[in-house]
């Protein structure tokens, strides 16, 4: 038997690195993202998982860095 599992479509503010004036500013930006994306993760796991269905997170493309701007 195949055990349940749940995907949870994320949608959250994209703070741009494209107008980053250095890399540690950007880096910044960057953390400060990963860590929201980890307050998320674990709001919508909700703690230890045993007979809990696995959870598949999706964020969506170039959510952390910002669009490609004349790349």
């Given at each position: 038997m195949i055990k349940p599992w749940r995907a949870v479509?994320?949608?959250?503010?994209?703070?741009?690195?494209?107008?980053?004036k250095t890399r540690d500013e950007a880096m910044a930006i960057l953390n400060s993202s990963l860590d929201r994306w980890i307050e998320l993760i674990t709001s919508a796991v909700g703690g230890p998982r045993p007979n809990k269905p696995k959870v598949l997170c999706l964020f969506p493309e170039f959510n952390l860095q910002g669009f490609p701007i004349k790349e």
């Open positions: 479509c994320m949608q959250t503010i994209n703070h741009c690195l494209n107008f980053a």
